[in-house]
């Protein structure tokens, strides 16, 4: 291997113009003109002059002029001029320039020759990656495929890749969870297809596989690329069942250095703060609701007191405007066979919560080497250094609005107290509590190709990622109280997660054209991945001082309880063999066929191995001679459809198909009378589990009109889902609890429609707009587990969710809240269930002279509603009695809305005016219902302590004495007949729709004329603005949010009070020179 | 082009070489498996405390005060019985417990922790006998020590099963394979007792080493002998279903049971207890049991004691906080002392045990609420004034202890005419608590005898999860619980079928071929 190296890298082979990119062109211009310039002046050339613009009128610095077939070339300079002498009239001069479409002219009897090179960022001959070396030009996919370009995400200085995808492909649900600076968010591509973990998308950057796409700067980001359907997904097989991201970073180009340097400035506010109560509003709801003595604020205070007389607003004191810096610098270039790109970022978040922040070093080095044509190495190297605090929301965010406003969050002494009024101070928590993440993550790629023949090129790479999650935990003694109200002990931990992952791939491209129209590619290869992933943590307590953490200072913890002190390990590895065929005939017949078999650890002997197919076909009947008549009008017209089936071997555990014999506190507990516990492992191992499979079939239309200026792609799919990983549970006489099982059916299906189009387009203005629209439904249940259905959070009682054969996945399972009972007397029904309003009210609200069904009167037989064994009475909850029995129970729950957003869609448009560029993204979901945990919560917590507060709507609306019309039940009653029902009660369902002006950003671009005078190529300043406006009818904080934790994909939409978003604007300026 | 061929055959080398599919098989790397366990003595000592552990959690265990949760110790034995109610912080479940209104979600309507502990016994029945096979330095005596702990063990949990919802499915053998039917229906509890529960015990008296001394943390033989007598007292006189779901009617057995019962509690005397090198329990004295003056020691230092048989072990360093229900560690415990017992037995101000159990002077919502039997705290100002240590305090929660036995051979005797040392042993207890003897002419009777007796039973073993299944074994609590039920204002007790438990709704989703007891559905 070596020898072959050396020996192309002494003696390097010839070399075809064509073979060059116009980069290498213009690096070896100086060379080039030096060695022919003399020689073709003696044959009659003609000297040509003119002036290369793009569409704006700007300049093309930097675009290479070149003669068809020769190697003559020049390039434009600052103004965008050049010189240039061609042979004779019949040259042909051809203009190209990274990011424009090339043009060529004959130059004919002209010695000025202008031209304006068209952006080709919308058009249709961009090549899209496919993955594993192969590459298509975007009009020829058969499948499914979205993509974002580099310039779209430089338009919407996204954090993270979920800010860059948001809104900007169809069939791609992007919930951001753009407020907590940590936070990432959650991406699900055409609707949720497991039941289980690894719910998510596969990542793909740069060839290597990952399962997220955390730490990747943005701005490297070259192109996105997201595989939708199963036949462009297959070559990935396993684990690309919820769909593939491939990520391209960007490469440096042959020619002179490129710095781009860029600084932004964000400021951020709370975008939906919600009402509390002010003092004077909190001690009337002590005085009416609660009937509380004067000391606890329930009559007329003591009005010296400073304990008592504070007016706490929690929102301003634990809430700041944040302040983001983001620093940027990228530097790239090349000379001949080697080029390089380094990426280098920097962010400091200061954000919206009262010390909580993030700083984010990340940085990213590309080199390629290419000794000779045949041979090229690609090195990459990432690193990235992220540390932060976190506010844990539970003890902060959500106590804002129910804390007492009125008590002194600070102790006699000036510090902040532990407690305000016997429930935690907010203030304090966020302040003294240390939260501390920090994540290192090294990735070293290295990717070799070598062409054997022309036609036929191999590569191999092996990549290593190595990442380290550790956390800092402390909660001083100042704020941990025991159960007894005293102080107790502090209590910290150390905790370190590293993840060693290496892949190791190869694989053959193949490329032959025969008989002139015929071309055919053929790919194959084979992968092998390990990941081994190994973390430690040490909990301390007593510790001796405060300002150190590290374990000698405190007493170590055990291996169970709080902060306990283990170490664990776990690791899989898979093995894949991947083919893919393509063949065209004119571009006009194309077929592509794709086969995968792939084992993973993660299933027993018996079913290691799963083998994937997917095949596609598309037809541009455009090019068909009978559709000649709409040539005029439509430019490209292409019909494609795809089926393939796609697999998931991520189980919720990585031995799920071996029994084990768990030790220590695994076991519930760890140790029996000093001697450590060994049990088998509650999980039974399944040794026939085996891969769960999405087949889908897509259906699409490619359209191209009015000269490009307008593409329309309808698309339409199904999704099924089969052999669906499950967790069932075993009957607990088995001593088991659940194993891993494959079991039942989902099928999602949605219509997409893409739509990009250049309404204007002149000298001083464009206006572009890319629009995207998905409607989906919530994806249904087909079949489960011998048709049991099943709870995936608690029990029948208590879970929000109910998953059934029929049903849909995120269908909010509850009692129907119908109001409030008016009168005691109001509890009665009629024999058909309706409820009956009673007449002539006696003044105790007990007795009615008579009873209306409906505005007829009624004397039959009436009967009252009971739940928890009590008759419900005036001021209680009216819940729906479904099935009609008198009681009201887990049988009266009923579906009542989904969390899965029927329609969503996204728009973008970009005007340019001259110098002035204004871009602005608005998305939006509809039909999606969300459940306010947060407010549900909120009202549990006052129905069950003195301590805790309610919102200002509650204090207008609630249920005091018989005749009361309100909308919350009094208070009093607390939630014995259940009239909270907390995640289970209809009135907290909302509406999740929303329309979000999502991103907006104005850019001037300084004349290059002017730039030129401080030596940069180019100079840009912007405004911009991210979740500028939502409208949306929720009542929280906002109803987009990602759902974390066990089981999410099963438990969507539920807010337990998640990181507020916040409203940002700012500024910034980006140079390159 | 020949170095074009040579490239090409390397490169096909090198790609058939890498895609020689070594296996993908990844072992756990932080457990071991079903075949490659149960091969040295420290796989049968860690085996037995996984058994002892899920029995442990299944018992007590912390993070009690939403009351059921699993400190089955108190929700099946005590907290249902007149020993306690409901204090000022009750929640749903606890005060159903309490009322006699359980429903089918209360968490201790579970069986899941008791099946699991059977099926972690199953489990090393099946695989200790094979551990000599690979190491052979353990002997026979150590693998049958283990084997008889695993079956009494395993006996003990059909045995709660049986009392608590009147029999559930039998499973004598581990399950280990998911895709093997896993359900089965309930047996009886009198199959429960006569096929797994006697047999086990007989199979445990007779594998146990005799008279060794045994650790009081692990059943030992004397445990055996009072697991045993217990099961015989139960068949003797509790009303009992004869089908799974069916109405409860009278006693399995009768007269010869608690013959049977004697001669266990006789063998249990012959055995050793686990306290120094002290001879059997012999039975014979108030020497045998602590004095008046340690009688908490049994409770506080169970290796020390030398009336303690079983009692199950908390280590709150590793367990974390004992926060049993009933604790001192809480201020707001669901459950508070019966108002009844907190005023009636502190006036009889002799009696050493009521100031050891709860502090009586405690007035307001906080009275009763800390039971302070399993603590070394002397009253509630003594337990304000270790705040912040609190939460260190173990609890070891008896299982049988030897004034438990007495009194139960008491009872046996009674039952069986032997009046005169049925007073004698009821007398053991009675006077070392600091009262007089009984006299015979008090009880002259079986009927009074056996009413002295189980007064005593409930001041000697309060919050020892005895009270419940005494009231039922003797038929009272028709009797003892419809007046305290009258005057919380809920329906008097009358319907026997609610002695047992609902069958959880967890277990029945979970297993079609289950039937919801009698009267609850």
Redesign the interface.
């Known amino acids: 291997m070596e020898k072959i190296c050396t020996q192309n890298f002494l003696k390097p082979g010839k070399r075809s113009a064509s073979g060059l990119t116009a980069f290498r062109l213009l690096l070896m211009i100086p060379v080039l003109l030096l060695m022919f310039s003399a020689s073709l002046y003696a044959q009659s050339a003609i000297k040509i002059t003119g002036t290369i613009v793009d569409n704006k009128g700007e300049p093309v610095i930097g675009a290479t002029i070149k003669v068809k077939g020769t190697t003559i070339a020049t390039a434009a300079d600052v103004n965008g001029k050049y010189t240039i002498s061609v042979p004779n009239a019949q040259a042909v001069l051809v203009f190209s320039y990274i990011g424009l479409t090339s043009k060529e002219e004959t130059v004919g009897n002209r010695t000025s020759i202008n031209v304006t090179l068209a952006d080709n960022s919308t058009s249709l001959n961009e090549v899209i990656v496919t993955g594993y070396g192969g590459t298509v030009a975007k009009r020829d996919l058969t499948g499914s495929i979205g993509t974002v370009d580099a310039a779209a995400i430089k338009e919407r200085q996204p954090v993270t890749l979920e800010d860059a995808l948001e809104g900007q492909v169809a069939g791609v649900l992007v919930e951001n969870d753009n407020g907590d600076p940590a936070g990432t968010g959650t991406i699900t591509i055409r609707g949720m297809g497991t039941l289980n973990s690894g719910a998510g998308p596969l990542y793909v950057i740069d060839g290597v596989i990952n399962t997220d796409a955390n730490f990747l700067n943005p701005a490297d980001i070259a192109s996105i690329e997201v595989l939708k359907d199963a036949a462009s997904a297959a070559i990935y097989g396993s684990r690309a069942a919820n769909g593939v991201i491939i990520i391209t970073t960007k490469h440096g180009v042959e020619g002179k250095p490129t710095v781009n340097a860029s600084y932004t400035h964000l400021w951020g506010v709370i975008a939906h703060a919600l009402p509390t109560l002010s003092a004077e509003q909190a001690r009337e709801y002590r005085a009416k609701d609660k009937n509380v003595n004067a000391t606890l604020g329930g009559g007329n205070l003591d009005s010296v007191n400073h304990y008592l007389n504070a007016d706490n607003n929690f929102e301003e004191l634990l809430l700041r405007t944040a302040n983001k810096n983001t620093y940027n610098v990228a530097i790239s270039g090349g000379q001949k066979g080697m080029t390089y790109y380094t990426g280098l970022n920097y962010i400091d978040d200061q954000s919206i919560v009262i010390n909580s922040y993030i700083k984010r070093v990340q940085t990213t080095i590309n080199v390629s080497y290419q000794p000779s044509d045949k041979f090229k190495v690609d090195n990459n190297l990432s690193f990235a250094y992220q540390t932060g605090n976190t506010i844990p929301l539970g003890t902060t965010i959500q106590q804002i609005y129910e804390r007492n406003p009125f008590i002194s969050i600070y102790l006699p002494s000036g510090g902040l107290a532990a407690y305000n009024e016997s429930k935690r101070n907010p203030v304090a928590y966020a302040m003294e509590q240390t939260n501390q993440a920090k994540t290192y993550l090294g990735q070293y790629n290295t990717a070799l190709t070598y062409s054997i023949l022309p036609e036929l090129k191999w590569t191999s790479s092996f990549n290593i990622k190595f990442s380290n999650l550790s956390t800092q935990t402390f909660t001083p003694t100042a704020i941990q109280t025991s159960s007894l109200g005293g102080n107790a002990t502090d209590l910290g931990g150390t905790t370190s997660d590293i993840k060693v992952e290496w892949q190791l791939q190869s694989f053959l491209n193949y490329i032959h054209v025969f008989a002139k129209y015929h071309t055919l590619k053929l790919t194959g290869g084979f992968s092998r991945e390990n990941s081994q992933d190994n973390s430690s943590s040490i909990g301390d307590t007593n510790y001796l001082s405060e300002l150190v953490f590290t374990s000698n200072v405190g007493t170590l913890n055990p291996s169970t309880g709080t902060n306990p002190t283990i170490t664990n390990a776990t690791g899989f590895s898979t093995e894949s063999l991947f083919g893919r065929v393509e063949y065209n005939y004119k571009e006009r017949y194309i077929l592509t066929g794709t086969v995968r078999r792939d084992g993973s650890s993660r299933f027993g002997p018996e079913n290691k191995w799963g083998n994937f197919f997917g095949t596609g076909i598309a037809w541009r009947f455009s090019d068909e001679p009978f559709m000649a008549w709409a040539k005029k009008w439509l430019d490209d017209g292409k019909l494609r459809a795809s089926i393939g089936t796609l697999g998931n071997d991520q189980l919720s555990n990585n031995y799920a198909f071996i029994n084990q014999i768990a030790f220590g506190a695994s076991n519930g507990l760890s140790s029996y009378a000093g001697n450590t516990t060994a049990a088998l492992f509650y999980n039974l191992g399944n040794p026939i589990i085996k891969w769960e499979s999405t087949t889908s079939t897509n259906i699409g239309i490619d359209l191209t009109t009015l000269k490009g200026r307008v593409t329309f792609t309808p698309e339409y799919y199904i999704k099924n889902t089969n052999n669906l990983f499950y967790t069932a549970n075993l009957p607990e006489e088995t001593g088991a609890r659940t194993t891993a099982v494959n079991v039942g059916a989902i099928h999602n299906t949605g219509a997409e429609f893409t739509l990009t189009g250049e309404p204007i387009v002149s000298k001083n203005f464009t206006w572009l707009i890319s629009a995207n629209l998905t409607l989906q439904k919530p994806a249904t249940v087909t079949e489960l587990a011998g048709g049991v259905p099943f709870y995936p959070t608690g029990n029948s009682t208590s879970s929000p969710y109910y998953i059934y054969q029929g049903g849909h996945i995120g269908d909010f399972f509850v009692l129907k809240n119908q109001g409030i009972y008016q009168y005691d007397v109001s509890n009665n029904y009629a024999v058909n269930g309706d409820r009956l309003t009673p007449v002539g009210v006696s003044a105790n609200g007990t007795a009615a002279a008579s009873f209306l069904d409906n505005g007829v009167p009624y004397t039959g037989v009436r009967h009252s509603l009971q739940r928890n064994g009590a008759v419900l009475k005036g001021g209680e909850v009216i819940w729906q009695d479904t099935n009609n029995d008198g009681t009201i129970d887990n049988s009266d729950k009923v579906i009542d809305g989904n969390a899965t957003p029927k329609t969503y869609w996204g728009v973008t448009n970009t005007f340019t005016y001259k110098h002035f560029m204004l871009t602005f993204t608005v998305n939006a979901q509809f039909g999606n219902k969300v459940y306010n945990g947060m407010a549900n919560t909120q009202q549990a917590d006052v129905a069950n302590s003195t301590y805790s507060f309610p919102t200002p709507d509650f204090l207008n609306n609630t249920w005091h004495q018989q005749g009361d019309i309100a909308k919350y039940a009094a208070i009093t009653y607390k939630d014995t007949n259940g009239d909270i029902s907390n995640g289970i009660n209809s009135f907290y369902v909302e509406d999740g729709s929303f329309i979000r002006l999502a991103s907006a950003k104005l850019t001037y671009n300084l004349d290059p004329k002017f730039a030129s005078r401080i030596f940069a190529r180019s100079v840009s300043i912007y405004v911009y603005g991210d979740n500028l406006l939502t409208w949306a009818n929720y009542t929280g904080f906002d109803p987009e949010f990602s759902t974390l934790g066990v089981n999410n994909a099963l438990t969507p939409g539920f807010d337990n009070g998640n990181y507020p978003k916040r409203r940002e604007g700012g500024i910034g300026v980006n140079i390159s020179f | 082009m020949k170095r ?1 061929i040579t ?2 055959a ?2 096909i080398a ?2 058939i070489a ?2 020689c ?14 075949n ?2 149960f091969q040295t003595s420290k ?1 049968i ?10 029995f ?2 299944t018992m007590v265990s912390t993070g009690g005060t939403n009351g059921g949760g699993s400190n089955n110790y108190f929700a099946w034995g005590e907290t249902r019985s007149d020993n306690f109610a409901p204090s000022g912080y009750p929640t ?1 479940a606890t005060e159903n417990i309490n009322n006699n ?1 359980i429903l089918n ?1 209360n968490a201790s309507a ?3 922790g008791l ?6 016994a ?2 090393n029945i099946a695989n200790i006998p094979n551990v000599p096979k690979y190491d052979n330095t353990v002997t026979q005596t150590a693998v049958n020590t283990a084997m008889a702990q695993c079956y009494a063990m395993r006996a003990e949990c059909y045995f709660y099963i049986a009392r608590v919802w009147g029999g ?2 039998m ?1 004598t053998a ?6 093997s039917p ?3 229906p309930r047996v009886s509890e009198q199959v429960l007792i006569d096929s797994v529960i006697i047999p086990d015990l007989n199979k445990a008296y007779a594998l146990i080493p005799k008279s060794q001394q045994p ?1 009081v ?2 059943i030992g033989e004397g445990a055996i002998c009072a697991i045993a007598a217990d099961v015989y007292m139960w068949r003797a006189g509790a009303p009992v279903a004869s089908a799974p779901n069916g109405p409860v009617s009278g006693p399995i057995g009768g007269l010869s049971d608690y013959q049977t019962a004697i001669t266990w509690i006789q063998r249990l005397f012959l055995s050793r207890a686990p306290s120094g090198t002290g001879p059997a329990y012999a039975g014979t004295s108030a020497a045998n049991i602590e004095s008046t003056a340690t009688w908490k020691n049994v409770f506080l230092n169970p290796p020390s004691s030398l009336e303690a048989i079983w009692s199950l ?1 908390w ?1 709150e ?4 906080c004992a926060c049993i229900p009933i604790s001192i ?3 707001n415990n669901p459950y508070r002392v019966d108002g009844g017992l907190y005023v009636n037995w502190p006036l009889n101000t002799a009696d050493i045990r009521v100031k050891q159990t709860f502090d009586p002077t405690v007035t307001g919502t906080a009275a009763g609420t800390h039971t302070l039997k399993y603590f070394n705290v002397a009253n509630e100002a003594a337990l ?1 004034a270790t ?2 240590g ?2 260190s305090f173990n609890v070891y929660a008896v299982m049988n202890r030897l004034s438990d036995v007495y009194l139960t051979y008491a009872e046996a005797l009674n039952q069986t005419g032997d009046l005169p040392n049925a007073l004698k042993y009821l007398n053991f207890i009675h006077q070392r608590a600091g009262l007089p003897a009984i006299l015979a002419s008090a009880v002259p009777n079986t009927a009074t005898m056996q009413a002295a007796i189980l007064q005593e039973r409930q001041w000697e073993l309060f919050a020892e999860g005895k009270r419940w299944f005494d009231l039922v074994r003797t038929n009272t609590v028709s009797a003892v619980m419809s007046p305290i039920l009258v005057g919380r204002g809920f329906a008097p007790f009358t319907d026997l079928n609610k002695d047992y438990w609902p069958i ?4 029945i ?3 079609g071929l289950l039937t919801q007891n009698y009267n609850y559905h």
């Not at chain 2, 000592?45 to 899920?54: C, D, E, I, P, Q």
């Not at chain 2, 360093?317 to 974390?320: D, E, F, I, K, L």
């Open positions: 074009i490239i090409t390397l490169l090198v790609f890498g895609s599919t070594k296996d993908v098989t990844k072992l756990p790397q932080n457990a071991a498996t079903v490659t366990y796989d000592t860690s085996a037995l405390s996984g058994m002892y552990g899920s442990l959690s749903t209104a979600n579970d069986w899941a099946y699991q502990t059977i099926s972690r199953n489990l559930g499915p499973w581990p399950y280990l394979d998911p895709n896993g359900i089965k650790t943390w692990y072990n280590d360093t590793v367990n974390g560690q809480n201020s304000t705040i912040g609190a939460i959880s709704i967890t277990a989703n979970a297993n």
